[in-house]
């Protein structure tokens, strides 16, 4: 997660090229950051001690974590820890970056300072990217924007399943809130009983949606993929109007509307959160309350 936000910032400001950042971002997928650099990140190796088990790695063919444990420099509790954490995105692209010669740790820190300043982003906000803690970051691209506890625990759980089910490096960014909506394709589904709820997708991601979620390749957004991601959005809206029964609030699940040709919103304090998924952009899409028109 960290790794789209933060490599975005350097490609707008020159640091890397959109080649350059696509193939990081491809690398981070495949590759699992090393545990020799996550125990000293952590504090529990120092560079001497880590240098001297990456030299005994060349002399034999055994795991670093084996080594540092024969020569108790790490502990199995210290080392289970460690693999935990080894698919951590923010460590990944840091150590990326670092090999490639593109950046020293100086510099990364330097740009990180600058990135929190342009998205608005808390120090704790931060971290919670570093951690990819989902709902954190989703509050934190929404707090601009007055919104209800409700529509806050909706955001969130369909952040959690876009990450889940359809690309575990989604990028959001800040949300606007508008009077008027209109976009060429749209999936809307209406939630009404003790409130009311409009929620959607819209734009070209929907087909990103459909083929992640679906499994199946999707050419254009055509009926077929749009009831695919339609799928998807129904599953979600499902999942949290039975967390709120189980909470004592309930409400029922209209049939999602599929819309294929330019479609608007009218209504008062739309909110529309942007995320990207696979680089292609798709609209969420909350009203809650209140009267909405759909042309």
Not at 156 to 184: H, M, P, Q, W
Not at 224 to 240: H, I, M, Q, R, S
Request: net charge negative; hydrophobic share 40%; glycine share 6%.
């Amino acid at each position: 997660m960290f790794g789209v936000y933060f490599g975005k910032y350097l490609t707008d400001i020159g640091v890397l090229t959109p080649d350059t950042y696509s193939e990081i971002i491809e690398k981070c997928r495949n590759n699992r950051i090393e545990v020799g650099v996550l125990a000293v990140n952590e504090g529990m190796l120092i560079d001497a001690q880590a240098n001297e088990v990456n030299f005994l790695q060349t002399m034999h063919d055994m795991k670093f974590g084996d080594i540092a444990l024969s020569m108790n420099y790490l502990t199995e509790e210290q080392l289970e820890e460690l693999l935990k954490k080894q698919g951590n995105g923010y460590l990944q692209f840091v150590q990326l970056l670092t090999d490639e010669g593109i950046l020293t740790l100086d510099e990364i820190q330097e740009h990180l300072n600058n990135f929190r300043k342009n998205e608005k982003l808390t120090i704790a906000e931060l971290d919670a990217l570093k951690r990819a803690d989902v709902d954190m970051v989703v509050s934190a691209y929404i707090k601009s924007a007055n919104v209800s506890d409700l529509v806050k625990e909706y955001l969130c759980l369909l952040g959690r399943n876009l990450i889940r089910f359809v690309d575990n490096r989604v990028r959001f960014e800040a949300c606007n809130i508008t009077d008027s909506y209109t976009a060429k394709c749209m999936i809307l589904q209406e939630m009404t009983g003790d409130t009311r709820i409009l929620a959607g997708i819209a734009d070209t991601g929907i087909t990103v949606v459909a083929e992640e979620y679906c499994e199946e390749d999707f050419y254009e957004i055509d009926e077929d993929c749009l009831d695919a991601a339609g799928e998807f959005l129904n599953v979600t809206n499902g999942e949290f109007l039975t967390k709120l029964s189980a909470n004592g609030t309930h409400m029922d699940l209209k049939l999602h509307g599929m819309y294929n040709t330019y479609t608007t919103i009218e209504a008062k304090d739309i909110l529309i959160l942007p995320c990207y998924l696979f680089g292609e952009r798709m609209d969420i899409i909350v009203c809650e309350g209140g009267r909405w028109e759909i042309n």
